[in-house]
């Protein structure tokens, strides 16, 4: 097995999901693991939380029909919400292993209710409606929700277990188009209410509304980055403490002693500035170790931080060394920390003009995971 894994710290995934319980108080969890938990191993997430007993999440979210397939075959017990359309080719699939989709248009209920018919099922079916106040990506616009839930209610064989909405702007502490979205939303809610229209579950807060807009905790709350130990962005509230949930780490694979001005890797892009030691790393960029971190990238080996040097390749990358005594089997920190030394997402983030969702994402099934309790 290659040396290089992620590391996926249970005990800072349990803790930075119970302060987020602390703070939201009585209300429910959706627990969101899409994108196989953000990249941290959808099974070890979950069963994780859910040795937590009657603290653990209360539903659990995906974005697509096979991540909720796969929750189900893993034998989640909580309800599995499906942000994904639903259409003729997973219909099927969301009946047979009772998931709860999302739906929005008239097309959506269509789908749903003519395949009941095909199927002469008589089984109900949940699912969740998704709200559009001002993200204008998905959902049922604001203005129009009234009627299509109260249009939606009426089918016999369809429940409506939730109501959402997703912020466009949460991750900004104080932001004024959230409070509007909370606004249209608020008005929704209430003339559903005014109506006696059931509704089930109504939620919004995804992490950046969890951290600074109490107001749209609702009946549910939908943690993502920040059970991974992430707040949305810098410009969020830090009141809450997280920690970050995944390490990656490798060992020195080689050790190559190169004279003065001499060039390092592809295309020739830096050069020894004296005669030092380049080591070799097993990662590189099918490990998800981006080619655009060349020459901008900190390592970890022995309680110090060198530069990576030279294009990074799809399997390796160099570490300049200096003149130090670094050797073949050495422990080497890509994300992670030693001592008061660490290199976290948001590091790598900054060199790529990206955020840490997308650079732990990225992170590739090439690279094990292995839970460290």
Excluded at 12 to 21: C, G, H, P, T, V
Excluded at 137 to 155: H, N, T, W
Excluded at 314 to 339: F, Y
Aim: hydrophobic fraction near 40%; charge should be positive; proline fraction near 3%.
């Amino acid at each position: 097995m290659r040396p290089t894994k992620a590391l996926i710290n249970a005990v800072n995934l349990k803790k930075n999901y119970l302060n987020i319980r602390e703070k939201v108080g009585n209300v429910k969890i959706m627990a969101v693991v899409k994108a196989d938990a953000y990249g941290h191993n959808v099974k070890l997430v979950v069963q994780t939380l859910n040795s937590l007993g009657n603290k653990k999440p209360d539903y659990y979210a995906v974005a697509t029909i096979e991540e909720g397939i796969e929750l189900k075959k893993i034998k989640v017990p909580q309800p599995v919400v499906i942000f994904d359309l639903i259409d003729e080719d997973s219909v099927n699939d969301i009946i047979e292993f009772d998931l709860i989709t999302t739906i929005f248009t008239d097309r959506h209920i269509k789908v749903l209710t003519d395949e009941l018919k095909r199927t002469k099922s008589k089984r109900k079916v949940k699912v969740h409606v998704n709200i559009d106040t001002g993200m204008r990506r998905l959902g049922v616009d604001y203005q129009e929700a009234f009627e299509f839930i109260k249009r939606l209610s009426r089918i016999k064989q369809i429940i409506i277990d939730g109501i959402y909405t997703h912020f466009a702007t949460s991750d900004e502490a104080g932001s004024k188009f959230t409070k509007l979205q909370i606004k249209r939303f608020d008005s929704v809610i209430k003339k559903l209410r005014d109506n006696k229209i059931n509704v089930g579950l109504v939620y919004s807060a995804n992490s950046g509304a969890i951290l600074d807009f109490p107001e749209a905790y609702y009946d549910m709350v939908r943690p993502g980055i920040s059970l991974y130990g992430y707040y949305p962005s810098l410009k969020t509230s830090k009141e809450l403490k997280l920690s970050p949930v995944m390490s990656v780490i490798s060992k020195v694979g080689s050790v190559k002693i190169v004279d003065k001005g001499e060039s390092i890797s592809y295309g020739r892009k830096y050069f020894t500035k004296r005669k030092t030691k380049i080591v070799t790393i097993p990662m590189g960029y099918a490990d998800g170790f981006s080619r655009n971190l060349t020459n901008k990238a900190k390592a970890i080996i022995k309680g110090k931080l060198y530069d990576q040097v030279g294009i990074v390749t799809m399997d390796r990358v160099m570490i300049d060394v200096g003149t130090d005594n670094i050797k073949v089997g050495d422990d080497v920190i890509l994300i992670g920390k030693n001592g008061k030394l660490a290199i976290d997402a948001w590091d790598w983030s900054r060199k790529l003009n990206t955020i840490p969702y997308e650079v732990l994402c990225g992170i590739s099934k090439r690279v094990p995971r292995v839970l460290v309790k």
